[in-house]
Each structure stands twice: as C-alpha cells, then as structure tokens.
C-alpha cells in the first residue's frame, strides 16, 4: 500500500506553453501532498503544501502565479508550470503524507518525479 | 530553524562490505522524527529507515541499521553487507511533527564496486 503516482514521467515543451503534472495517491487518501524540485545530484528543494480543500502555502522565493497548485481531492493534486522557460526545466516530485503513518511519523510517501525540459 | 547537514558528498564501499554515512542536524524541539531516504538512478524516492526521537534503542532494517546520538545530534546510517543495488544518493531527514514540513540534507552519492 501506499503508492503515489505522478504523470506524465517526462514532458517537453516549448517556452511560454503551461504544463500541468498530476500527483495521485492510489490506495489513500492525502490531505496533504507536497511539491518538490531537483536539480541533478542535488538535494529535494520544497515548493509548496498542498492541502485539500483550500490554498497552498508556498516556500519563500516560489512564485505562487507561476507554479499553481490544485488539491481538488483527497487523492489528486495538480502543479501547473505556467508561461514556462528553459530556467524550469527540472525534476518534480511529489510527495503524499499518510492519513494514519503520517499522524504518527509524518511520513511521506514519494511519487516517482515528473523531468520536465523546457525548450 | 532546523537544518540537517551531510558533509560527506560522495562514498565508494566494495561490494560486502560495511559503509556508514554520516548526517547531523540541529534543532531546539525534544520530541522529532528523523528518516534515511534512498533515491536510486530510477529517481523514486525509498524510505530506507526511521528512528523517532523518543526511543533510545537505534532503529534496524535488516542490513540497514542507524547510530542516533541525540545529544550530539548525529544519525549515521550503517549499510552492512553491501550490495550493487545500493548505489544511489542517500538523504538524511528531519521532521519535528505530523504537520511539520520534511528537511532535507544535501544528500551523499554512494557506488558500490563490484
């Protein structure tokens, strides 16, 4: 148990195009899911909380109308890349924190990342 | 503000062979949770092993097994018996509660030889 999918594996796009990855916990339910970014061989920068229902709260320095994030449900939360240029091209993971393991230990299940290569 | 440091950037181990990696932190809070994540050429994050802050006893997962010091604030990793599927980068994580965000270190990249 306790799987997060993320699609698409890999984008390409072309500047100043939006791109929309999805973040879905398969067998529970996430009322909070998180949104990360990595460069290559370094560490997970956190972007942004998500929470369902309501707004996400966003890390200091991320640009809340660039980076939009959606947690429509309990199970899906959406990172939209809007008017994207070369400079956002990375690796996306997101991450679902456990109803039950994550009241207790606060841990987060990792989907598998999402590389997206701006052109 | 809580940080996790891992200064060691890379490591290299023969395969059967012992390796532990190294990972401070520094906090204020008395009640956390710390984690080792693996993160292998596939990219997918794995949580490795956890220890909870509480509990004297070190944590073990079959080969993987934890030196938590809390006094001095240090949660090494030891991976015995190496493998060639342990190569990956390794992340040392910090959380303090059940609403808190998770802190990451800088990771350290680990080869098994052959």
Redesign the interface.
Known sequence: GAVVSQHPSRVICKSGTSVKIECRSLDFQATTM?WYR?FP????M?MA?SNEGSKATYEQGVEKDKFLINHASLTLSTLTVTSAHPEDSS?Y?C?ARHPQR?????????G??TRLTVL | AQTVTQSQPEMSVQEAETVTLSCTYDTSENNYYLFWYKQPPSRQMILVIRQEAYKQQNATENRFSVNFQKAAKSFSLKISDSQLGDTAMYFCAFTTGANSKLTFGKGITLSVRP
């Open positions: 998180f990595q061989k370094k560490s997970l956190l909380t690796f993971i991450s994550g009241r207790i230990y606060n841990e987060q299940f990792f598998p990342g």
